[in-house]
């Protein structure tokens, strides 16, 4: 099984045993066989799960406008959330 594009950390969740056995995960096939889906144990594999969610909210915003870093401080100071 190849990694998946963008989860970057999906071999660091899955020890090497569950890597070859894939435990708490099930896949399921189409009529060929080949994988459309998956059923993560949520309890097992916990932060592979936050992974592929964190990878989806960014992509989901990868178009939306930047606000540069200095911008945001200055905004935060002034509003008195930050100490300048």
Do not use: Y
């Amino acid at each position: 099984m190849r990694p998946l594009m963008g989860f970057g950390r999906l071999n660091q969740c899955l020890t090497p045993r569950e890597t070859l056995r894939m435990t708490g995960i099930q896949f399921i096939t189409d009529e060929k066989g080949r994988k459309t889906a998956a059923i993560i144990d949520l309890k097992k594999h916990r932060a592979l799960w936050e992974d592929i969610e964190d990878v989806l909210v960014s992509r989901s915003r990868q178009h939306e406008k930047r606000i540069p870093l200095e911008k945001v401080k200055a905004d935060l100071i002034k509003s008195g959330k930050l100490r300048g």
